[in-house]
């Protein structure tokens, strides 16, 4: 699996009086095909709210409780029979314990009479003119009241005739079921759902209920794998979760500074990276099961960009520390996958293709529809089409299907 993270694919796809920019996504779409990459994990849910919400994804698919928007799910049938059309598959992610989509908390809200969300900091394009800011008056709490959605049995019900929704949904461009689509490798219970309680029972009787509904196809849970090897294998090793996932960030983690031009910082993450890496290679392997490092990213030199004035994610700045940690992670997961130590694949956060934050652009909706989500800078982890970054990640697809010609990898 050599893939991108492609999570705006639905809404980009969609007709421009919803907010989309087909002509942006075609291209995009070649773009990834171009430089040989085979998968795309892409979200399948959206959630609004009955007043517009800060920092999320609009339009939403599931605007409000059983109510779905059908141009942003003729969206999502055009991003399945595209990427068929390139060879592609898609990892279609169900939920989201982050903001940026709805997810967890909305459902919360929903069923809890429409109160606010406690949002965590979060990007705002309106502060500090013309680039935005992050804000100061958002809450730690969010975590715990997302994570009352795990203990919500309506707020399950609810879900699952979502799930359902997709599954049976007949393409409109292809004309075929969404559970007898071969594109369709995997589901993915959320993004990111984090260490809870009842975060081992949900994922069990979510995954055999997609199962029981769709049983030629995939699951895997969304999890990141940063909270120990216990929760990792416990997680996983559910018996309807066919393979395991993790997520890497140095930055977001401490390991990484973006305005630290030292080799030493550079160093300090590589060391970070290749010792979570090892971890989760060892863990999946003891298991049995593979497992794909579904995100990871890094910022530019952005070091560049401090002054007054500059945007520190401008695209303007270098690549160069970027390019280094994606070699590095690239080249151990690709040794771990040809001796048959758990990897099967990768997943770069996130492609931001021909979109720049310079232009300062957004739609009628507010959405620029940067490779980074509504609650983050744009431009942070952006992979864009002429990025060196791109020439690394293409280097490992060519070595990846050199290996494959010399029957490795079959382990």
């Known amino acids: 699996m050599v893939g991108m993270n492609y999570w705006s694919c639905m809404n980009l796809a969609a007709d421009e ?25 892409i979200m399948a849910a959206s959630e609004g709210a009955p007043t517009i919400q800060p920092f999320r994804m609009y339009p939403a698919l599931m605007s409000a409780p059983e109510v ?36 967890f908390a909305q459902y919360v809200s929903w069923l809890s009479n429409d109160e606010q969300i406690p949002y965590p900091p979060s990007w705002d394009p309106t502060l500090n003119p013309p680039w935005g800011d992050y804000t100061t008056n958002g809450t730690w709490g969010f975590d715990g009241y997302a994570n009352k959605f795990l203990d919500m049995p309506k707020a399950q019900e609810l879900w699952n005739k979502h799930i359902l929704k997709l599954i049976f949904r007949d393409n409109t461009v292809s004309k075929r079921k969404y559970y007898d689509d071969a594109t369709i490798l995997a589901w993915e219970l959320a993004n990111e759902p984090q260490s809870a309680m009842n975060l081992i029972k949900w994922a069990t009787d979510t995954s055999r209920f997609i199962k029981s509904n769709a049983p030629h196809q995939l699951v895997t849970t969304g999890s990141e794998g940063k909270f120990g090897e216990s929760d990792f294998k416990k997680l996983h090793n559910i018996p309807d979760i066919d393979f395991a996932c993790a997520h890497l960030w140095v930055q977001n983690w401490g390991a990484y500074s973006m305005l630290d031009a030292t080799s030493a910082n550079l160093n300090s993450a590589i060391e970070y990276a290749r010792k979570f890496i090892g971890d989760i290679s060892r863990w999946s392997t003891d298991i049995n099961k593979p497992v794909v490092l579904e995100e990871f990213g890094f910022p530019r030199d952005n070091w560049l960009n401090k002054g007054d004035g500059k945007y520190l994610y401008a695209s303007t700045a270098t690549t160069r520390n970027k390019d280094a940690y994606f070699d590095s992670v690239l080249s151990l997961i690709t040794t771990y996958w040809a001796e048959g130590k758990g990897f099967a694949g990768f997943q770069p956060w996130a492609y931001g293709g021909i979109f720049r934050p310079e232009p300062r652009f957004r739609n009628k909706f507010n959405e620029a529809w940067a490779g980074d989500p509504p609650h983050e800078a744009p431009g942070w982890y952006d992979l864009y089409d002429t990025d060196y970054t791109m020439e690394v990640i293409e280097k490992y697809v060519v070595l990846v299907k050199t290996l494959i010609g010399y029957g490795v990898g079959n382990k």
């Open 68 to 103: 779905w928007d059908e141009k942003i799910f003729v969206g999502l049938d055009r991003c399945v029979e595209e990427a068929r059309k390139r060879g592609m598959r898609l990892t279609m992610t169900l939920n989201n314990m982050w903001h940026w989509s709805g997810g």
């Open 17 to 41: 009086d919803a907010g989309g920019n087909y002509t942006r996504f075609i291209e995009e779409m070649d773009q990834m095909a171009s430089r040989g990459v085979n998968h795309l994990r």
